[in-house]
């Protein structure tokens, strides 16, 4: 089956510096990455996604790419700010269409400092 | 609120006892999913249900576990004979047949056997 692993399990930036998180993933059939952000006691929360027919994709601030032939992807967030600061999780779907079942990573919790 | 609610939203038992959750995805998804997650760690996929057949079971589902959504709306997962082990925060999802994969989690259901 699919194995994420995501990388560092803690990150801690001054806020409005960049924060950069990566993740790779083993089976080179998955096809869908999003990014889930989970504050404190919360709900995981979709904040961005990708799809394996692209490379980059970019919302605000925040931004993902992928690297298929290396397996890798990676969340971009600039400017940070406190608000930001929550463990975040990279996860990866795999075809067939019937499942869509979601392999997470471990997750980063990510600290900005004010 | 129309997202996905889980009922209740926290849970003390004993060890031995049976417990039971709900989940109430968003009304027009068909796909609903049930993932469990341990302190410190990524959401992992225990089920998938599309309307009312279950399509799918992880390994981490042993045969104490139970899910069920028998008219293709809500569903319930039981666990019976409850270990320690079974802490954990327990997360439903529900998404769209077809187009977007996006899976929206509700609030969970904080487990803890005693």
């Known amino acids: 089956g699919e194995n994420v692993e995501q990388h560092p399990s803690t990150l801690s930036v001054q806020e409005g510096d960049s924060a950069v998180i990566k993740c790779t993933y083993s089976?080179?059939?998955?096809?869908?990455f999003p990014w889930y952000k989970q504050e404190l006691g919360k709900r995981p929360q979709l904040i961005i996604d990708?799809?394996?027919?692209?490379g980059e994709k970019k919302d605000q601030r925040i931004a993902v790419t992928l690297n298929k032939t290396a397996k890798h992807f990676s969340l971009h967030i600039t400017e940070t700010q406190p608000e930001d600061s929550a463990v975040y999780f990279c996860?990866?779907?795999?075809?067939?269409?019937?499942?869509?079942?979601?392999?997470f990573g471990s997750g980063t919790q990510l600290t900005v400092l004010p | 609120d129309t997202g996905v609610s889980q009922n209740p939203r926290h849970k003390i038992t004993k060890r031995g006892q049976n417990v039971t959750f709900r989940c109430d995805p968003i009304?027009?998804?068909?796909?609903l999913y049930w993932y469990r997650q341990t302190l410190g760690q990524g959401p992992e996929f225990l089920t998938y249900f599309q309307n009312e057949a279950q399509l799918e079971k992880s390994r981490l589902l042993s045969d104490r576990f139970s899910a069920e959504r028998p008219k293709g709306s809500f569903s319930t997962l039981e666990i019976q004979r409850t270990e320690q082990g079974d802490s954990a925060m327990y997360l439903c999802a529900s998404s769209l047949p077809s187009g977007s994969q996006e899976q929206y989690f509700g609030p969970g259901t904080r487990l803890t056997v005693t």
């Open positions: 089976d080179s059939a998955s096809n869908y």
């Open positions: 009304s027009e998804h068909n796909r």
């Open positions: 990708i799809r394996s027919n692209v």
């Open positions: 996860a990866a779907s795999t075809p067939p269409d019937s499942a869509r079942q979601l392999t």
